[in-house]
């Protein structure tokens, strides 16, 4: 569903739900954010981090995105925060299943793509370890500000590599093994969409499908032997059907 972008003041005075995404790079935990609220066809507002915008930061409670606001409601910035908040505006299709043992299975997967520890989580303090290591990553300007904000020590980047590694092998794994399309067999549920979005930090989308930064895209395309034989070619062909069937193109960064 196509949204627009605002300025931090309009976002401020509407009603509604509005969300402080990260822009010109395809933040994985922002797309995916958006991606839910696409296939929950549900109407929302976009206004970009602006670092340095107290007006924003005393409205969303932080500097970083996604933040989405509903109403007069308090800011959520948690992956699991932002889900359940949609499943409540917009209850079907649900992303959830229904299934107790099928939920929390759902539940871990999506944490270790997307909580702290988790895949993403990993794959940046990989970037930033390169970085600083004058090895490909993120700039030494930015993988200094990511590393402080993230906990960044010499030890966690040269532990990150095996971290990711284990969880890519992991994830493989789940799909050969789920009995149909998706990871949860031939139910779309939410996985899905956090592991399509969050491939954006191994293997970007083309130029022509994400128009991102260049330096981030170089960034982001930092490979190494251990991540590319763990980065099974299935996970690279699940999200690019999720894209082809379920999320929309090109990205609005």
């Not at 092998?169 to 969409?193: C, H, P, Q, W």
């Not at 499908?209 to 590319?228: H, I, K, L, N, Y």
């Given at each position: 569903?196509?949204?627009?972008?605002?300025?931090?003041?309009?976002?401020?005075?509407?009603?509604?739900?509005?969300?402080?995404?990260?822009?010109?790079?395809?933040?994985?935990?922002?797309?995916?954010?958006?991606?839910?609220?696409?296939?929950?066809?549900?109407?929302?507002?976009?206004?970009?981090?602006?670092?340095?915008?107290?007006?924003?930061?005393?409205?969303?409670?932080?500097?970083?995105?996604?933040v989405a606001i509903y109403g007069d409601e308090p800011p959520r910035a948690g992956w699991a925060e932002i889900l359940l908040l949609a499943e409540r505006l917009a209850p079907a299709p649900s992303l959830i299943p229904?299934?107790?043992?099928?939920?929390?299975?759902?539940?871990?997967?999506?944490?270790?793509?997307?909580?702290?520890?988790?895949?993403?989580?990993?794959?940046?303090?990989?970037?930033?370890?390169?970085?600083?290591?004058?090895?490909?990553?993120?700039?030494?300007?930015?993988?200094?500000?990511?590393?402080?904000?993230?906990?960044?020590?010499?030890?966690?980047?040269?532990?990150?590599?095996?971290?990711?590694?284990?969880?890519?092998?992991?994830?493989?794994?789940?799909?050969?093994?789920?009995?149909g399309r998706y990871y949860f067999g031939n139910a779309l549920t939410a996985v899905d969409i956090y592991s399509a979005t969050f491939m954006a930090l191994f293997r970007p989308?083309?130029?022509?499908?994400?128009?991102?930064?260049?330096?981030?895209?170089?960034?982001?395309?930092?490979?190494?032997?251990?991540?590319?034989?763990?980065?099974?070619?299935?996970?690279?062909?699940?999200?690019?059907?999720?894209?082809?069937?379920?999320?929309?193109?090109?990205?609005?960064?």
């Amino acid at each position: 569903m196509p949204f627009q972008y605002v300025s931090v003041e309009e976002a401020i005075a509407r009603k509604g739900l509005r969300m402080v995404v990260v822009s010109n790079v395809p933040s994985p935990w922002g797309e995916a954010a958006k991606s839910i609220l696409h296939l929950k066809a549900i109407d929302w507002v976009a206004v970009r981090l602006v670092y340095d915008s107290e007006p924003l930061k005393q409205w969303a409670g932080q500097r970083t995105g996604p933040v989405a606001i509903y109403g007069d409601e308090p800011p959520r910035a948690g992956w699991a925060e932002i889900l359940l908040l949609a499943e409540r505006l917009a209850p079907a299709p649900s992303l959830i299943p229904a299934d107790a043992a099928e939920r929390a299975a759902m539940f871990g997967l999506a944490h270790e793509i997307c909580g702290e520890g988790g895949l993403g989580w990993a794959r940046r303090l990989q970037l930033v370890h390169a970085g600083l290591q004058k090895n490909g990553g993120f700039s030494e300007r930015v993988a200094q500000y990511l590393g402080r904000k993230y906990g960044y020590t010499p030890d966690t980047g040269a532990a990150a590599t095996a971290r990711v590694a284990a969880l890519l092998r992991m994830l493989a794994e789940r799909l050969k093994t789920s009995g149909g399309r998706y990871y949860f067999g031939n139910a779309l549920t939410a996985v899905d969409i956090y592991s399509a979005t969050f491939m954006a930090l191994f293997r970007p989308l083309p130029f022509e499908q994400c128009a991102m930064d260049a330096g981030s895209r170089a960034a982001m395309e930092t490979r190494d032997p251990v991540t590319d034989a763990a980065l099974d070619p299935i996970l690279l062909r699940h999200r690019d059907m999720m894209y082809a069937e379920h999320l929309e193109l090109p990205l609005s960064l």
